[in-house]
């Protein structure tokens, strides 16, 4: 079973999925196939390849079978970017004919399929198994399709897990104590690492108004006014939609006015 994901980061729910996967007899073994980094469209909170397969090993080998459950960085050696329908005609032709594949998506996952390269494909020559995502139905269907509505449910996201690390919130609860290690000595999704990136994506292309928004908001909440009032002024100048950006410059000059006034009139 392929269980296709960036992960980023891997989290207990995607683990509990690949688990309730092999404790069912779904499969006999399910590939965390880890997405990589599309070259024609930079995701700034995307962690490096190798930072996303080691996390998913560790977590892979916390799993009650870790021997059933593994990473895959096969979808890094393939041209990109990467289609489902390449990655499986790939597996089919360097693992013979006695190997069979299915696909575990999510609910949300599914109802795009109809638009994948070579949909009808898909489609046809796999069994698809969908497990529920909280508010979203599943309004596509194949043949060939099984909803797990018994599958393992999580309240959270690989983008709430970063918002929570950047926040510096506990994430005990989400994810596995060598992961959490892991983020922890590379310095992954904190305030620090995320300004870098988008100064760096700044310095690539210094007209982009959202990079200045969201840089911005980072020295708001390290509270560092003066900076964060720079960067959103300069986003209010390139962006069509200012009104989070004076937003923010208001509240910040507010801030900044209440504690001059504490200070020199007490």
């Known amino acids: 079973m392929l269980f296709f994901g960036s992960f980023n980061p891997v989290h207990r729910g995607h683990t509990a999925l690949a688990e309730y996967a092999i404790a069912e007899g779904l499969c006999d073994k399910v590939a965390m196939v880890i997405s990589p980094q599309n070259p024609f469209k930079q995701n700034m909170a995307l962690a490096e390849e190798m930072d996303r397969y080691t996390m998913v090993e560790a977590a892979c080998k916390n799993t009650r079978y870790p021997e059933h459950i593994t990473p895959s960085i096969i979808e890094f050696l393939l041209e990109k970017p990467s289609y489902t329908i390449n990655t499986l005609r790939y597996l089919e032709q360097n693992n013979g004919s006695d190997m069979e594949f299915s696909i575990l998506m999510g609910s949300d996952l599914i109802n795009t399929l109809p638009h994948w390269r070579e949909a009808e494909a898909i489609i046809a020559g796999y069994d698809i198994y969908v497990y529920p995502r909280p508010g979203v139905d599943m ?11 018994d599958a393992p ?4 996201s ?12 506990d994430t005990s609860e989400m994810l596995d104590k060598d992961v959490r290690d892991y983020i922890r000595s590379r310095g992954l999704w904190t305030l620090a690492s995320k300004i870098t990136m988008l100064t760096a994506a700044i310095e690539r292309n210094p007209e982009c108004g959202e990079h200045y928004l969201e840089r911005g908001k980072c020295y708001f909440r390290r509270e560092e006014w003066g900076k964060a009032i720079n960067d959103m002024r300069r986003a209010a100048e390139l962006m069509e939609d200012k009104t989070e950006a004076t937003q923010y410059i208001a509240l910040a000059e507010e801030i900044l006015n209440y504690r001059y006034k504490d200070i020199y009139n007490p």
Do not use: H, I, N, P
């Open 153 to 156: 449910q999580y309240a959270y």
């Open 139 to 149: 309004t596509f269907s194949t043949e060939r399709t099984t909803f797990l509505k």
């Open 158 to 169: 690989s983008t709430e897990v970063r918002d929570r690390l950047e926040r510096g919130d």
